[in-house]
C-alpha cells in the first residue's frame, strides 16, 4: 500500500467505494442467495440487495457535484429500485446516510459515522416489527461499536468496522432460532459485509472490474409470449453502452458531457450518461435505438451494447396497453409465472406485477403500476412475504391515489382475498373488509425439491425428495409426490375445518395426478371443495391455499 | 281443499311443489318444457322423464338444457278446463324477470274471458320461483278456501309477493349466467374456487347475487343467518327449502336455520327441471315470508 491514508471523502470518491461494494456483493451473490433457512430453491437475498443497489449506482450524476447532492440522487434510485425486505432496509439504510450527508461537499470518518448511525436509525424505522439476528443487527452492533478515532484514516476505520460486521453477522444464528436451526447466518447481513468488504477494497486501491454479468442485470430471461407479433412498439427499448471515446473523433480530454447528454434527450429517457477516464457508459430508454448508436459512433467505438425492447423486459407489468379510465377501486397485485398472473388478471386484478420467485419487482415497479391503474383507490396484494415492504414503501412515495397495502404473504392469500373482492361496495373500506375477511383461515402449503440434506421438524429430507411445508414448518417429505401432498394437508391442525383448497400446479405437474388428488381429499375431508388453477410456475409442484 | 272454492288455482313448472303439495291444497300447473339431447320433454314436477338423479347428473356431466316456455295451447286448454267448469282462474306465474310465459297468459286470459262470458283469468306475477312461488300458491288456496272471489285473492298475493322471500346459494354462477337469469357485477364470475354466491330476489323478481362466501359450509351458515334476520313471525310459519339434488346439505341448512329462528316446520323440496336447469345441481334455496324485498340489483350499483 504506497498510497496516502484517505481522511476525507468527496462524493465522486464516496460513490466509487460505493460501487466497488456493489461489484463486491454482486461477485458474491450466490452465496448469499444460498443462505436459506429452508432448503427451498428459492432464495434471493442477494439478488434483491444487489438490484437495490444498483439503482444507486446508475443514478450517477456529474462526478463534480458535492457529496450531500451526490448522495441525495444515489439515495433516490436506490429506494425506487429496492426490492424484496433486505433490498428495502438496505435503501433505507442509504436513505438514512445520504440524509446524515446532507448539505456536505467531503466527509470525515466521524462526519460518515454519524451518517452511518443514521443509516440504522432510519432501517429500522422502515420495519414494523425489527427482528433481532437480521442485517439491522448487523449494521447497529458494528457501526454503534466502532467509533473512528482522531485522525484515523478511512481505510482503518473501515478494516475495524468490516471485522465487528463480521463477529455480528457469525453471531445471528445465536439471536435468531430459524438461522440456528437452518445452519446459516442472515442472508441480509452478509450482504451487508459483502458491501462494506467492498468498499474497504477500493480504499486499499483494490478496485473491482465491473464483471460481465454485471453488465446485464435485470436482463433475465425473458417471456417472450408477451409480445404479441402485431404489437405496436409501445416502451421503446432500454439501451445501454459503453464506448471507447476516441480522439481522432471527440476531445477525450475536455469531453463535453453536457451537450452529449443534451442531444441524448432528444432521442429518449431516463437517461444516465457518465464520461470516466476515457469511456462514455450510457443508459437511455430510446424509441430509436439505432440513432442513440449512430450518434455515439460518432465519438468512438463500442466496449459492449445491448439493447432490451421493454414490452418483454421479465419485469415489466402484464398489462392493457391504453391508459384507463379513472376507475374507484383497483388491485394491483404481483404474481408468479403466467398462469397465475392470467389468473389474477381473470378474477378483478386491475395489473398484475410478474415479479417472479427470485425476482422481485422494485419500488419504482409498483409505483408504475399505480400509474397505469389510474384508479381513486388503489389496493395492493404483495403475495408475498418479501414484498410487502416493498410495496408499503412503493404506497407511501405514490401521492395520486389511496393506497391500501393488504398484508398478503403468498399467491394462495392473494388469489383468497381477490376471489372475494366485491367492487361494487360503497367504500374502500367495505372492499377490503370482504377481501380480508377469510385470510386469518388460509393456510398456504408448498411442495417442492429439497435443495439440501437436512433435519427439519422430525423429517429427515434428502435432496431432492418432495417437501411439503406452509409458511413457517416443513410438515412432509418423501418420493412420492401426491402422498407429500396429502400428509401435508393431514397434519394441517384444522385441516377438519377446511372447506376449499385451491391447487396453483406447477410446469411440471401432469393433470392425472390432480384427478387422483382430487379424489383421495374428497373422499378423506368430504366438507372440503377442490379447485385447480394452472400456475406455470417454476420451482414449485404446488402452491395451495388451505381455506 | 274446498270443493266450494269460486276459482282454481294454476301455477306452472318452476312452482317446485311436489304432487302431495299439490294434491293437498288443490293447486294445478302448467308445464314449461325443456330440451336435453335435441328432445322436448314437459318440465313434470314428479319427474316423469327423467329422475332428479338423472337429470342433475346430466348437468354434472356438462349435458346442455335449455328450457322453452308454457305453449299457448296448454294455457288455452288448461284454463278453459276450469271455465267450462264454471271456475274462474289464478294463475300464479313464475316471476317474469325469469320466463315471459305470464305475458302469453295475460293473452290467453283475454281471449278466454270472451269465450266464457262471467268468467275470469287472474294472471299473478310471482316476482319469484321454486317455492316462493309455491308458498304464494298455497296462500291463494287458503283465500279459496275461505270463499274470497279470484279478484280479492289475485290483489291479495299482488299485495304480499314481495314478502315472499329467497335467499339460495349456488355452486356457481356459471348456470344462471349462461341462461342470463341473474344480475352480478363481473367480480362473481371465474375460476373463482370455494366462493359461493348468496342470491336474493330482487323487488323486480331477479336472482342478484348480493354476496360472496367462501365455502359451502360457510354458506349454508349464511343463509341461515340471513332467514333468521329477514323472517317474520317464524313461529306462524312454514319455512321452505328447495335444493338442486343435494338433500344432505339441505337438512343441514335446515338444522342451522331451526337453531335460529323457531318456524311453525319445515318442508323440503326438490327444485324442478325448469329452475334447475338454469341454477344447476348443488343449489340450495330458502323460501319464507318476511320483510318486503326493496332491494333493486341495479340501484344496488350492479
Not at chain 1, 9 to 35: I, M, P
Not at chain 1, 321 to 333: I, L, N, Y
Not at chain 2, 128 to 155: F, Y
Request: hydrophobic letters at 40%; glycine letters at 8%; proline letters at 4%.
Amino acid at each position: 500500500m504506497t498510497q496516502t491514508p484517505v481522511t476525507t471523502l468527496s462524493g465522486a470518491q464516496l460513490h466509487r467505494l460505493l460501487e466497488n461494494g456493489y461489484r463486491n456483493l454482486k461477485r458474491n451473490l450466490a452465496a448469499v442467495d444460498a443462505l436459506n433457512v429452508f432448503p427451498v430453491p428459492d432464495g434471493d437475498t442477494g439478488k434483491n440487495m444487489t438490484m437495490t443497489l444498483e439503482g444507486g449506482v446508475r443514478s450517477t450524476q456529474p462526478p463534480e457535484q458535492a457529496l450531500g447532492e451526490l448522495m441525495e440522487h444515489f439515495a433516490h434510485g436506490t429506494l425506487l429500485s429496492a426490492r424484496g425486505n433486505s433490498g428495502v432496509i438496505l435503501s433505507q439504510f442509504v436513505s438514512g446516510l445520504a440524509e446524515g450527508l446532507a448539505h456536505k461537499t467531503t466527509c470525515t470518518p466521524s462526519e460518515l459515522h454519524r451518517a452511518l448511525l443514521r443509516g440504522v436509525e432510519k432501517s429500522y424505522e422502515a420495519v414494523i416489527h425489527p427482528v433481532e439476528g437480521t442485517m439491522l443487527t448487523v449494521m447497529r452492533e458494528s457501526v454503534e461499536a466502532v467509533i473512528p478515532n482522531p485522525g484515523e484514516s478511512f481505510d482503518l476505520y473501515f478494516d475495524r468496522l468490516l471485522r465487528a460486521m463480521q463477529l455480528s453477522l457469525a453471531h445471528t444464528p445465536e439471536l435468531l432460532d430459524v438461522l440456528k436451526q437452518a445452519g446459516v447466518v442472515d442472508s441480509g447481513g452478509a450482504g451487508m459485509v459483502y458491501i462494506f468488504e467492498g468498499m474497504l477494497m477500493g480504499l486499499q486501491d483494490n478496485w473491482l472490474e465491473a464483471d460481465a454479468s454485471a453488465e446485464t442485470e435485470g436482463f433475465s430471461p425473458v417471456a417472450i409470449t408477451t409480445l404479441d407479433p402485431n404489437n405496436l412498439l409501445q416502451f421503446g427499448y432500454c439501451t445501454e453502452f459503453i464506448l471507447q471515446l476516441q480522439p481522432t473523433k471527440t476531445d477525450v480530454v475536455h469531453f463535453d458531457l453536457r451537450s452529449v447528454i443534451s442531444r441524448l434527450e432528444e432521442l429518449g429517457e431516463s437517461i444516465v450518461a457518465v464520461a470516466d477516464k476515457g469511456l462514455l457508459k450510457v443508459h437511455i430508454h430510446s424509441f430509436a435505438p439505432e440513432e442513440v448508436l449512430a450518434f455515439a459512433r460518432t465519438m468512438g467505438e463500442f466496449l459492449t451494447i445491448k439493447i432490451e425492447n421493454m414490452a418483454v423486459q421479465h419485469h415489466e407489468t402484464i398489462t392493457a396497453p391504453e391508459p384507463k379510465p379513472r376507475q374507484r377501486f383497483a388491485v394491483v397485485a404481483t404474481a408468479q409465472g403466467l398462469g397465475i398472473a392470467q389468473s389474477f388478471l381473470e378474477i378483478g386484478a386491475a395489473q398484475v406485477i410478474d415479479g417472479g420467485q427470485t425476482n422481485n419487482p422494485s419500488t419504482s415497479e409498483f409505483l408504475k403500476a399505480f400509474r397505469q391503474v389510474n384508479a381513486d383507490h388503489i389496493i395492493v396484494l404483495p403475495n408475498n412475504s418479501n414484498l410487502i415492504l416493498t410495496a408499503r414503501q412503493a404506497a407511501e412515495l405514490y401521492t395520486d391515489a389511496d393506497v391500501r397495502v393488504l398484508e398478503t404473504r403468498s399467491i394462495a392469500e392473494g388469489y383468497s382475498a381477490l376471489s372475494m373482492l366485491e367492487p361494487g361496495a360503497d367504500s374502500v373500506e367495505e372492499v377490503i373488509e370482504s377481501m380480508t375477511r377469510y385470510l386469518p383461515y388460509v393456510t398456504t402449503c408448498y411442495v417442492t425439491n429439497a435443495t439440501r440434506d437436512a433435519v427439519l421438524n422430525g423429517l429427515e429430507i434428502r435432496k431432492d425428495d418432495f417437501i411439503g411445508l406452509t409458511d413457517d414448518t416443513v410438515l412432509a417429505a418423501g418420493t412420492d409426490r401426491r402422498q407429500v401432498v396429502l400428509e401435508l394437508l393431514a397434519r394441517l391442525p384444522d385441516i377438519d375445518e377446511k372447506q376449499v383448497v385451491t391447487f396453483f400446479y406447477g410446469k411440471d405437474v401432469a393433470p392425472q395426478e390432480l384427478d387422483e388428488l382430487e379424489a383421495e381429499i374428497t373422499r378423506r375431508w368430504p366438507l372440503i371443495e377442490v379447485g385447480r388453477l394452472e400456475g406455470s410456475q417454476e420451482l414449485y409442484s404446488y402452491i395451495m391455499s388451505v381455506e | 281443499m274446498d270443493c266450494n272454492r269460486l276459482f282454481a288455482v294454476v301455477a306452472d313448472s318452476t312452482c317446485d311443489l311436489d304432487k302431495d303439495l299439490r294434491d293437498r291444497y288443490g293447486i294445478d300447473y302448467v308445464p314449461m318444457n325443456y330440451i336435453l339431447q335435441d328432445r322436448e320433454y314437459p318440465a313434470s314436477l314428479d319427474w316423469e322423464y327423467h329422475s332428479a338423479r338423472e337429470f342433475y347428473d346430466l348437468m354434472r356431466r356438462g349435458e346442455m338444457i335449455r328450457t322453452t316456455q308454457v305453449p299457448r295451447q296448454v294455457y288455452l286448454d288448461r284454463f278453459a278446463r276450469y271455465l267450462a267448469q264454471g271456475l274462474d282462474v289464478l294463475y300464479i306465474s313464475c316471476s317474469s324477470a325469469l320466463s315471459g310465459s305470464i305475458n302469453t297468459a295475460n293473452l290467453v286470459g283475454r281471449e278466454l274471458e270472451a269465450q266464457f262470458p262471467g268468467r275470469r283469468v287472474r294472471c299473478v306475477d310471482s316476482l319469484i320461483s321454486s317455492l316462493g312461488q309455491g308458498a304464494l300458491c298455497m296462500e291463494a288456496c287458503r283465500l279459496a278456501d275461505l270463499g274470497q272471489d279470484v279478484q280479492a285473492a289475485a290483489d291479495h298475493i299482488t299485495a304480499i309477493r314481495l314478502t315472499a322471500n329467497q335467499v339460495a346459494t349456488v355452486e356457481n354462477l356459471e348456470y344462471l349466467r349462461r341462461v342470463g337469469r341473474v344480475t352480478a357485477s363481473s367480480a362473481f364470475f371465474g375460476n373463482l374456487f370455494g366462493v359461493k354466491p348468496i342470491l336474493i330476489s330482487d323487488a323486480l323478481g331477479r336472482n342478484f347475487a348480493l354476496k360472496k362466501i367462501k365455502g359451502a359450509l360457510n354458506a349454508r351458515r349464511e343463509l341461515a343467518a340471513m332467514t333468521a334476520r329477514l323472517a317474520v313471525r317464524p313461529e306462524e310459519q312454514t319455512l321452505y327449502i328447495s335444493h338442486a339434488d343435494s338433500e344432505a346439505a339441505a337438512i343441514q341448512l335446515r338444522d342451522l336455520i331451526l337453531q335460529q329462528a323457531p318456524f311453525r316446520d319445515c318442508r323440503l323440496g326438490c327444485i324442478g327441471p325448469i329452475v334447475g336447469a338454469s341454477v344447476g345441481p348443488g343449489t340450495l334455496a330458502v323460501y319464507f315470508f318476511g320483510q318486503t324485498v326493496t332491494t333493486n340489483a341495479e340501484e344496488a350499483g350492479q
